[in-house]
């Protein structure tokens, strides 16, 4: 079997329980879709037979998976943010029809077609920065046609441009107007109608819900969270992001993948945490978008060994942020993280908040060959520079999705 | 003479007291390296000799203009990022040999020819986002050699890439260990030998001094602004970055072009700022990556018509940031300014803060012909969306550096 043999790299490959699983001076073997074999490169000489890449120095990290995103949508809110500053309160927005209604309203209207063409440039620039997964969040449809229409344009993206997308249903982001007053009559909908379709149609990979004051509340969440459990679906939820009704709580009884936001989730809250598999996903974009202040608690994260991720949550409201590098330098800059931390948070532990981590997230024998060629030495370069893009060369699944340019990867 | 015709534009002039100077459905004729007419499209159908580019409803602006950066410097500060973040303190930091000094070390080992090459890919992401003017700093180099050979480096930027770069010399960055405890004798080594060495060798276009606690004080700066006035040279200033101890008032008796950072400027100092030509430059990218928390006096300069400019301020210690879309929208993130002060924060003040508003930074007759063509339809998009770079075309001096492609522009 032909196989590629990555020479003179310097390997994050993220094995181990922290850090970058670092191997300097040291090479990578991949057979048809697989890493076959990682380590020094003078080990590296017996593969005669293996078409050879030299990457001069270079850094391989596992492909980036941007674990949290909403990244097909209608429209665009820049009229609001332009009146918010200047000097708009949110409810005066909000009643020149703002908010996440406005989005609500674009995507109902907007084509499949048309949602693809929009997302197309959003999810340019996180291929562009070597993202070889992303999950895409349904949840401004709100109704079974426009739900199934969302997460049929995130299909959509993962065919034409070669990354795997996790096509996640959040029928209960945000109540429609339609059903104002009626929240749990809108839950029955999601349970009877919405959730099992779209389900059936192959569309769901997860489960997820917005709990929170403005959303939807625990004892809803608890039906939806029934719902997919009953159809076998793992479950996410967005919680403890404005406050605490007790959602990170709720996602622990149910063993969720993960539970993403937590600015508001309390210390004595954590050890219940570390207790499941839930993976804790930190979104530095929207913190830093709504001049947020209360840190998500992280010492006590680090202490009880919850698995940290980091994401995008590409959105049009609270961050409209495309760019994984920058996401990686918020986390260390706004939260504290340790660029070794927002790594992991965007590769193995990225990974784990998927129910992946078996497959994808680090470079092991194994494990689907992912990778990433930067030129940069050491992996805090990635962290460290802001608005750069070192990126050099990307695989696929053991396929080049950008080659290396020879004599300059 | 051949000229030229972009047609089915939303121009974004800049002209008038404040906002985009906006001008829907209009076009732009350019002759030679100069604009010759902006105006509507009924009207632009009589210059029937010109050669026509469909911008399809996209959005011209000027060139932008980054008026404040340390782009040239040897080696990078990954590390001591990555220190900090793993518990270090500052001072352990500076013992380990961190801060300014390991960067002041880097440049002066390095060749014209490494800082040349280590610069070029920071500014490629400047040059791909639009920027047509940029100003650079010496201060790395802190004896006479070594900050001309920093300015001849970003000379050499200008030549090879087609931008403006204005050159600035910044001798007075910080002390250089070797004149511990000697500050008074730097600053005479500065007025007596580098300054005069490094404008009569045509390298300087003004003057800059940092004025902190950390850095010099007013007295020592005054010695380097009569140096430089004696000289016939524009001033700008460090000031108000970290404490106010005066450099604002100092900075406004010399009449400087600008003063830059002044977090810790008084309302009460702003009257006297506004008697002044001095532009106010913020740097959003410094307050970012130190997690200041006190704010420039930005309602106090709104009242009293202070111009206000934004910069990357690109330095490898507290603003490692590239890119002047991503500046922009953290001066409306993180210090409220609107999107259109923040679009006249990288043209027409930024031109000003450089002292060449007559020449660029606005889209008017007998201004040099520098744009921008944006694949959006609406100024406040270059704004809002993080980490997106729609950039179409760069014309500078009327040529294009990057030309439209047909049937996309």
């Known amino acids: 079997m032909p196989s590629t043999l990555l020479t003179n790299a310097n390997v994050a490959t993220l094995m ?45 990290t596992p492909g980036l998976i941007d674990c949290h995103t909403h990244l097909v949508y209608g429209g665009d809110r820049a009229d609001e943010f332009e009146q918010r500053l200047e000097g708009l309160s949110y409810s005066e ?72 997308v996790c096509k996640t249903f959040l029928g209960a982001h945000a109540l429609p107007l339609e059903f104002a007053n ?59 992001q404005l406050s605490n009704i007790g959602g990170t709580q709720l996602a622990c009884e149910y063993n969720a993948l993960s539970v ?13 945490l570390a207790e499941t598999d839930t993976v ?3 979104l530095p974009g929207a913190y830093y978008v709504l001049r947020e202040t209360q840190l998500p ?24 942020l495309h760019s994984i590098l920058l996401t990686m330098n918020m986390a260390c800059t706004l939260f504290g993280l340790t660029p070794a931390e927002a790594l992991r948070g965007t590769t193995l532990n990225a990974a784990k908040a998927l129910g992946l981590d078996d497959q994808i997230g680090s470079l092991e024998p194994g494990k689907q060959a992912d990778l990433v060629i930067w030129d940069v030495h050491k992996p805090s370069m990635l ?15 053991g396929r080049w999705r950008k080659p290396p340019v020879v004599g300059e990867a």
């Open 280 to 282: 804790a996903v930190l």
């Open 93 to 164: 927005i909000a009643e020149r029809g703002g908010g996440i209604r406005s989005s609500v309203a674009a995507t109902r209207q907007a084509s499949q077609a048309e949602l693809l063409q929009q997302a197309k440039p959003r999810l340019q620039q996180l291929l562009d920065e070597g993202v070889t997964t992303i999950e895409i969040k349904s949840g401004y449809g709100l109704d079974c046609e426009n739900e199934i229409k969302m997460l049929r344009v995130a299909s959509s993206l993962g065919d034409i441009h070669d990354l795997r």
């Open 182 to 240: 009626a929240a749990d009559e809108y839950i029955d909908l999601v349970c009877s109608t919405m959730l099992p379709q779209a389900a059936a149609e192959g569309l769901v990979d997860a489960v997820d819900v917005f709990i929170e004051t403005i959303a939807f509340d625990t004892m809803q969440a608890r039906k939806i969270f029934d719902c997919a459990s009953a159809l076998g679906l793992p479950l996410k939820a967005h919680v403890e």
């Open 16 to 60: 181990g329980e922290s850090g970058y699983g670092l191997m300097n001076e040291s090479a990578i073997l991949i057979e048809s879709d697989t890493i076959k074999w990682v380590g020094s490169m003078s080990e590296a000489r017996r593969f005669v037979d293996a078409e050879i890449i030299d990457c001069r120095g270079g850094l391989i």
């Open 383 to 397: 962290v460290y520079q802001i608005g750069l893009n070192p990126c050099v060369a990307v695989m696929r699944a």
């Open 297 to 320: 608690p992280l010492e006590s994260l680090r202490k009880h060994r919850v698995p940290i991720a980091i994401a995008s949550d590409a959105n049009p409201g609270s961050s409209p």
């Open 260 to 272: 993403d936001h937590i600015e508001y989730l309390r210390d004595d809250e954590v050890p219940e």
